[in-house]
């Protein structure tokens, strides 16, 4: 079974500040997807990033990027920029090809201070 | 694309009867559904998989019988809780997969339950 950690249980970032939130997993498989989510207080959940494993690349959306060690199974997501929206709490999330349900860390509860 | 709806928004209904909680894919057809719970600043615990057209599997722990659901077509799935308590008061989010988002990554925006 896949496990996926997330050891901030909650962090701050002033304003257009960068903050990078950590997130490990661990897994017997080679071929997986990871995932971040973002939970507003509306509590929809938006995938803000994706991150396939057999890709060194790191993914890249605009202000956020991840950090992605397959070896270490570390994958961090990093927001540059931190603006008020992005207040919200991160998942990091871990899916098998083609079984499409996901395992969630436990989450992080981010502030951004004006 | 790949809009998920999901209805009501939130419910109260009395201790001991039924409520329905409607998943719907606007705009792709949904081979799978996934319902999930979740409780305040908690991640999210899934319940059960739902695939069109037949039984939903239910994670381990999970009564089938109290949490029923039923996935008719490739655009709706639905949960009841039957015979609700006040621990069943929860956040209920749904997610659909279907080939426009093979990773399941499109949910609801959610349906507050509050068992009175």
């Known amino acids: 079974a896949q496990t996926v950690t997330q050891s901030q249980p909650e962090m701050s970032v002033q304003e257009a500040e960068t903050v990078t939130l950590s997130c490990t997993y661990d897994t017997s498989e080679n071929n997986y997807y990871l995932f971040w989510y973002k939970q507003p207080p509306s509590r929809q959940m938006i995938l803000v990033i994706r991150q396939e494993a057999y890709k060194q690349q790191n993914a890249t959306e605009n202000r956020f990027s991840v950090n992605f060690q397959k070896a270490a199974k570390s994958f961090s997501l990093k927001i540059s920029d931190s603006q008020l929206g992005d207040t919200a709490m991160y998942f990091c999330?871990?899916?098998?090809?083609?079984?499409?349900?996901?395992?969630f860390g436990d989450g992080t509860t981010l502030t951004v201070k004006p | 694309g790949a809009v998920v709806s999901q209805h009501p928004s939130w419910v109260i209904c009395k201790s001991g009867t039924s409520v329905k909680i409607e998943c719907r894919s606007l705009d792709f057809q949904a081979t799978t559904m996934f319902w999930y719970r979740q409780f305040p600043k908690q991640s999210l615990m899934l319940m059960a998989t739902s695939n069109e057209g037949s039984k939903a599997t239910y994670e381990q722990g999970v009564e089938k019988d109290k949490f029923l659901i039923n996935h008719a077509s490739l655009t709706l799935s639905t949960l009841t809780v039957t015979s609700a308590h006040p621990e069943d008061s929860s956040f209920y989010i749904c997610?659909?997969?279907?080939?426009?988002?093979?990773?399941?990554?499109?949910f609801g925006s959610g349906t507050r339950l509050t068992v009175v």
């Open positions: 999330a871990f899916s098998l090809p083609n079984a499409g349900k996901s395992t």
């Open positions: 997610s659909a997969r279907g080939q426009v988002n093979p990773y399941g990554y499109t």
